[in-house]
């Protein structure tokens, strides 16, 4: 699933990927109202815990409360990997630094989410992609 938000400029901007088995939209639990949309961009089955249920649960159990702050922190990690990520200038820099995230490209159908992940279109990441198989490693 997609996390997304809507810029002023009405653009949508991939905030989140969450993958089978993760935790989508982690501040919501924290917020009275939240500020992006989640898109099932594959066949998807989500589990909603209401926020004052789990949020019990963290006050009653300790391990559960380390277990997702660690959970926390690891996200912010990957936010400002994310975030450092799109700083820099050129497809071919930020794919590399994508790829040095221990991250493999994915089969062919895929590769406009990692465009996306990486904040380019589609077009660019085709075309780095295709330099790279052209030229010797």
């Known amino acids: ?5 809507l810029t002023d400029g009405g653009v949508s901007v991939m905030q989140q ?5 993760q935790v989508l939209a982690e501040a919501s639990a924290y917020s009275a109202r939240y500020h992006c949309d989640a898109r099932a ?3 998807t089955v989500v589990r909603a815990v209401p926020v004052a249920r789990f949020l019990e649960r963290l006050a009653a159990d300790r391990l559960l409360a380390e277990v997702w702050a ?8 990957a936010a400002r ?20 995230e221990g991250r ?14 990486i904040g380019v279109s589609r077009e660019a990441l085709y075309r780095e992609l295709s330099r790279r198989r052209r030229e010797p490693p």
């Open 70 to 77: 660690a959970h926390l922190a690891r996200a912010v990690q």
């Open 17 to 21: 990927r969450a993958r089978p088995g």
């Open 81 to 100: 990997m994310r975030a450092e990520i799109l700083t820099l200038r050129t497809v071919a820099e930020r794919l590399d630094a994508w790829l040095r």
């Open 41 to 43: 961009v594959t066949a």
């Open 1 to 5: 699933m997609d996390l997304t938000r």
């Open 104 to 117: 493999a490209l994915p089969a062919k159908g895929a590769w406009q989410d990692v465009a996306a992940e």
